[in-house]
């Protein structure tokens, strides 16, 4: 009898908190040496998870699309600003975003104006899904190079 209240217990706590794989993790540097994403381009699957580490002192991460990289899009996602701010010792804060959609590309740009605009002078980048790489154009494809 003890065995069987076990097992129902164990079922139980596996309905309530669901596992949900995780294929990779990614690290994107953001404004660690000015106004970029290091790397720009990451190559992910379902589940993965990309990690954007706000190491420069004010950017974000703001979704977009290819035609429209400087342009927020409708419904996108946005990490909000972040960074050290001018304490350069303090820790980089973080924001994670975990791929749902691995079959359609993720564009993203930097929405801060200071003292230039980030996104026209170059900070945007994209996920895309493994075999989408050599359909898809590039990053220096988005500024005319």
Known sequence: MARRVGLVAV?????????????????IHVGASGSFY???????????????????????????????????????FSSGTAGKGTNGSAPSPSWSLRITNASVPIWFYCGATIPL?????????????????PAHPSIDAIHGS
């Open 11 to 27: 079922v139980s706590i596996t309905h309530l908190f669901p596992f949900v794989a995780c294929e990779a993790f990614h690290e």
């Open 38 to 76: 290091d790397p720009a381009t990451v190559l992910a699957n379902q589940n993965d998870v990309v990690t954007f580490i706000f190491d420069g002192p004010f950017h974000d991460v703001t979704q977009s699309t290819f035609a429209r990289p400087c342009q927020p899009l409708a419904g996108g």
């Open 117 to 133: 605009p980030h996104c026209t002078t170059g900070m945007v980048g994209y996920v895309l899904k493994l075999t989408q790489v």
